[in-house]
């Protein structure tokens, strides 16, 4: 447990001078410990180099990294008490679980069955509001919009061609695309893609029916993203066929929310849990074993792994277990889940898929000219940008020559081990800037920029909409009842929709989890629970991002007085600095 205050301050009565002596560690009773002032220096410069190493060989100790499910990133293994949540933050977590379950249980009493979807609506009170997609589920703009400030904002691509088993083609889309051809839509940048073959052949808790749907986007001349067809199956086929927005209307919302249904369990197995909980939780595991508290980078990222390694752990007892929440709640549930991240794993590099600009590079979308109204985007990259800034400062003002950096062997240690396979004690993680080493200050920043942007801002964009997407099962069902996708464009009616929809205690089941989830429990980004850097390199860089992320703040609502609709979720002030829930 992180304790609230964790530095002494000396005050020299003469001239009022206050010298700052940063602890952030327990002290064993009966063992001495010396600190210098600010306690912030590159391991060959300590003065007391023989105590920084005995505390490293107690760390490695503590911080053991092992893979305790199979194919997932390695953990801790075994939660260390430094890293459980405090009292007061573990009590908030277990009031809210118990406050909604109680007022759910009363609308359990007082609710009608699901009679008609209307009836969704009297499930929401004070405490469980109405969502924003209780209002987006039928237009076909919202389902678009989705892709672009959804909870899973980073899976649509810019489509370059068409893949060989989408059975589209100029008749089929010409009407929906302002009468341009599929080619011409290509050239012209304006078709975009989503394709979900990772899923396919994917087993499930339960034997679940799950899709590996391909849809593809169109941006209109008003510069809206709109969705010209959904094939549900990778499969082209008779019973597989390209669903359209003119077929009868509850078909394409069926087709629809199946994809969507396929969309969510990537966005909480790989998007959400795979790629910001669980990787961060690798990395803030060889920071503690190859980092001592006196290195300037380790107080640089702590604030950034507060209660990651704590709410991991929670999470994989009670939510990821056998039986536990997404074995219930989820189409794919627990198997499906490891399995998504077990197939997307080893595609996955830092320096791509964890460094915002070269996403969307990679994606062809990180052009607002091409994809406008791509909101996520448009924000993330200023606060990326802020954080690349503020990593800078203090790397460049910490390795002010290329030596410095070099014969560090802590930082040395820690670009090896986050390179090094599983299989021989290390993180496993791909396209770490360096490739297992940090020849550059430049490879050091890409590194540690990446790490910080996605405990912060990349988990945010992934957590803290959920309520809103998944609260309203029609707009973004976490499960398909079981029943089968339809096969056929044959009309549909409001009961093939309620037949596929969660029953009423699922539905409050997600409600409750994804209200708790999307409910930010930290301090926000820049303010941290707990200070590390007093010395004078990272005591401005930290006043400086602080700056930044207020003018950022301005920025962002000034857009959001413009838009159509708010994106509120990366305004700085409601972006958390680590993975706390």
């Known amino acids: 447990m992180i304790p609230k205050s964790q530095e002494i301050k000396v005050v020299n009565k003469a ?25 912030c220096s590159l391991p060959q410069f300590d003065g007391n180099k023989e105590q920084r ?32 949540f405090s009292h007061d933050y573990k009590w908030d977590i277990i009031k809210s679980n118990v406050k909604l379950s109680i007022q759910s249980k009363v609308i359990v009493l007082t609710s009608e069955s699901w009679k008609r979807l209307e009836d969704i609506g009297k499930m929401y009170n004070k405490s469980l509001p109405v969502p924003y997609g209780i209002n987006n589920w039928r237009c076909d703009l919202k389902f678009g919009s989705q892709r672009l400030v959804g909870c899973n904002p980073t899976q649509i691509k810019l489509c370059t061609e068409i893949p060989d088993n989408l059975a589209v083609n100029d008749e089929m889309l010409k009407p929906l695309m ?28 339960s034997g679940r029916k799950i899709c590996a749907p391909i849809a593809l986007f169109f941006v209109k001349h008003n510069k809206d993203l709109t969705p010209v067809a959904i094939q549900l199956h990778q499969d082209p086929s008779a019973d597989n066929p390209v669903f359209l927005p003119t077929d009868p209307e509850y078909t394409w919302l069926l087709a629809k929310m199946w994809f969507n249904s396929a969309d ?4 909480q197995s790989a998007t959400h849990l795979g790629f910001t909980h669980l990787i961060m939780e690798s990395v803030a595991v060889a920071t503690h074993r190859s980092l001592s508290p006196s290195h300037p980078i380790f107080r640089l990222l702590a604030p950034h792994f507060l ?15 056998k039986g536990g929440w997404v074995d219930q709640a989820f189409t794919v549930g627990r198997i499906g889940m490891l399995a998504i991240i077990a197939r997307a794993a080893p595609k996955w590099r830092l320096d791509v898929d964890g460094t915002l600009p070269a996403d969307l590079r990679s994606r062809g979308v990180d052009d607002p000219e091409v994809l406008p109204k791509y909101y996520f985007r448009d924000d993330a990259i200023l606060l990326y940008e802020a954080i690349r800034k503020y990593v800078t400062e203090v790397v460049d003002g910490h ?22 396979s599983q299989g021989e004690g290390g993180c496993g993680i791909k396209g770490v800037h360096g490739n297992g080493k940090f020849a550059t200050n430049a490879e050091l920043i890409g590194a540690l920029t990446a790490m910080i942007y996605t405990s912060s801002v990349a988990h945010a964009a992934a957590n803290f909409s959920q309520y809103d997407e998944y609260a309203f099962p029609p707009n973004y069902p976490s499960q398909m009842r079981d029943c089968e996708p339809p096969k056929d464009k044959s009309p549909k009616s409001e009961k093939d929709i309620l ?23 930290t301090k926000s980004l820049g303010n941290f629970e707990v200070d590390y850097q007093f010395d004078p390199i990272g005591s401005k860089a930290v006043e400086s991002f602080r700056e930044d992320l207020a003018r950022i703040g301005k920025i962002i609502d000034g857009r959001n007085a413009e838009r159509t609709v708010p994106y509120p979720y990366l305004h700085p002030s409601v972006v958390p600095n680590a993975i706390s829930i």
């Open 178 to 205: 302002e009468d341009i051809s599929i080619q011409d839509a290509i050239d012209s940048k304006k078709l975009f893609i989503v394709n979900y073959k990772i899923l396919k052949d994917l087993p499930t808790s």
């Open 15 to 39: 001239n009022q001078e206050t010298s700052i002596f940063p602890i952030n560690r327990w002290i064993k009773a009966y063992k001495s410990r010396i600190f210098e002032r600010h306690d």
């Open 499 to 521: 037949r596929s929809l969660p029953d009423k205690k699922m539905t409050l089941d997600v409600m409750i989890m994804s209200k708790i989830l999307s409910d930010m429990g």
């Open 399 to 420: 390795y002010d020559t290329l030596e410095k950096l070099l014969v560090d062997d802590e930082i040395q240690d820690f670009a090896e081990i986050l390179s090094r």
């Open 53 to 84: 190493k005995e505390e490293m060989i107690e760390k490695k100790k503590l911080y053991e990294l092992e893979s305790k499910e199979e194919w997932l990133m390695p953990q801790v293994k075994k939660v260390p008490n430094d890293e459980l």
């Open 264 to 267: 969510a369990s990537f966005h």
């Open 307 to 321: 209660y990651v390694i704590a709410i991991n752990s929670l999470a994989l007892k009670q939510i990821v277990s």
